[in-house]
């Protein structure tokens, strides 16, 4: 079955950038779609087809991709950004939706 | 503003069976697909079954194939996940989610708060 594989924890300091890969066969062909999930919450979709931005997502906040890894940037880096963040992927060889392991955003 | 609620969890014995429901509001229902995501205690994300719109057409994970059924009710604005044969790792918070572009966008946006399935004995 088809595997998104992340990182699990990214540390970073407040006002640094914090960057989150996600890895997979083929990925490049693919749309990686990219949810943010706090403590408690329901997920928030933050960007999707590799680089768009839903509007009330802030533009500090960017995707990108290259070749088989995809990568969610977080600039300037809050407090409130902590949280788990998880690419997804729809895999047509299997007709089903992957999630990414998920990584975890620490802020120092 | 699209709302999603997520109703029917609860605790089950092994080999039991329950049915979840979510209740759409503010957009037009029958035009979007929808989808099921679980999330077990502790874990990450696992998309578990979607439904396109009007076609019908459905997919499932192959961890639930053949004990899940979803479907939806376009009169009612709700979308259903029945599941039978529940065993201790389908112990999970349930979301009900939409897709974001109608049909076949594949991503999901936005999400219900969830519903939590125990399965224990």
């Known amino acids: 079955s088809y595997v998104l594989a992340q990182p699990p924890s990214v540390s970073v300091a407040p006002g640094e950038t914090a960057r989150i890969t996600c890895g997979g066969d083929?990925?490049?062909?693919?749309?990686v779609h990219w949810y943010q999930q706090k403590p408690g919450q329901a997920p928030v979709l933050v960007i999707y087809?590799?680089?768009d931005r839903p509007s009330g997502i802030p533009e500090r906040v960017s995707g990108s991709k290259s070749g088989n890894t995809a990568s969610l940037t977080i600039s300037r880096v809050e407090a409130g950004d902590e949280a788990d963040y998880y690419c997804q992927v729809w895999d047509s060889g299997s007709d089903q939706s992957i999630f990414g392991t998920g990584t975890k955003v620490t802020v120092l | 503003e699209a709302l999603l609620v997520e109703s029917g969890g609860g605790l089950v014995m092994p080999g039991g069976s329950l049915r979840l429901s979510c209740a759409a509001s503010g957009f037009k229902f029958s035009a979007y697909g929808m989808n099921w995501v679980r999330q077990a205690p502790g874990r990450g994300l696992e998309w578990v079954s979607s439904i396109t719109s009007s076609t019908g057409l459905i997919f499932y994970a192959d961890s639930v194939k053949g004990r899940f059924t979803i479907s939806r009710d376009n009169a009612k604005n709700s979308v259903y996940l029945q599941m039978n044969s529940l065993r201790a790792e389908d112990t999970a918070v349930y979301y009900c989610?939409?897709?974001?572009?109608?049909?076949?966008?594949?991503?999901?946006?936005?999400w219900g708060q969830g519903t939590l399935v125990t399965v224990s004995s």
């Open positions: 087809y590799d680089d």
């Open positions: 989610a939409r897709d974001r572009f109608g049909d076949y966008s594949r991503l999901f946006d936005p």
């Open positions: 083929n990925l490049g062909s693919k749309s």
